[in-house]
């Protein structure tokens, strides 16, 4: 992902809480602990950039899991080509609930970049995979109304320097693909989850976002009693969700780039480097995003 220059900061208060939902809302069932463990899984490959023997083993750990969970699984391969070559690369579609119906979308990425260094990608590409994950097995548990599809969006971190054409590789394929099919009218929202484990969360408000999607997260933060934790700021990102957005699709960017102690900077110390480990994380700020994003989830199902 990449900040967007002259944005700044903002200040935005959300209203107060409203009471915590009833106790058998999906979002209570959603574990942080579990997530956490799904993740440790994952960064426990190591370093993950696409064409390594990591990402492979990642793939199929994600599949072993989908499949254990119910899912009807698709697989969107392509091939990326980058400023170091081609790679085979492939988003991986699990989906929950109806065939038929307006479709909800989870997402996040399961790579991490390629550096000259060990980047195992704790919190940027191993949080967001471990969240999805636990939140199949919510959906297995509790099978939604509406369909849910989780994508696992391969080829996110930029080969070389972030540009249009070195970012986001598997998001502008899939996008792409849905365009073609004549699928995007079928799609309601996406909700983009990247980066946000860190111990000391703060989900800023994406300022690239769909403006009732941001309302919708809003609100179910107040549901859940997690409004500290989110949208005290407001930055524009460059993320998957952008390629959703410029096919049609409302899309929203949960995402904690201030990635270190006492949320000090932007991207924070931590940001594309070896000091991305598991010890920077934490299950209860994994479990408060996803109980947020299944309370979402639920809001707009019922819509």
Partial sequence: MLLRPGLGWMALWLAAASPLAAASGPHVRFSGR??????????AFGPRPPGSAAHRRTEAYILAQLRRDGA?????RYIAHTPIGAFHEENIIAKFGPRQGQILMLAGHYDTKFEPFRFVGANDGGSST??????????????????????FLDGEEAVKHWTATDSVYGSRHLAAQLQKEGMVPRIHALILVDMIGDKDLDVARETNSTAWLNSFVAAAARKTGDSRYFFQQSMGIEDDHIPFLKVGIPAVDLIDFTYGPNNASTPGPYW???????????AHSLKVVGRVVMETLRMLEAQ
Avoid: C, F
Wanted: aromatic fraction near 6%; charged fraction near 20%.
């Fill in 34 to 43: 579990a997530a956490y463990r799904y993740t440790a899984a994952v960064v």
């Fill in 72 to 76: 009807r699984i698709g697989r969107d």
């Fill in 130 to 151: 471990g969240l999805l994950l636990e939140a199949g097995a919510v959906l297995a548990k509790d099978p939604p109304k509406a369909p849910v599809w989780l994508l």
């Fill in 272 to 282: 594309h480097t070896a000091q991305d480990t598991m010890n920077k994380l934490s």
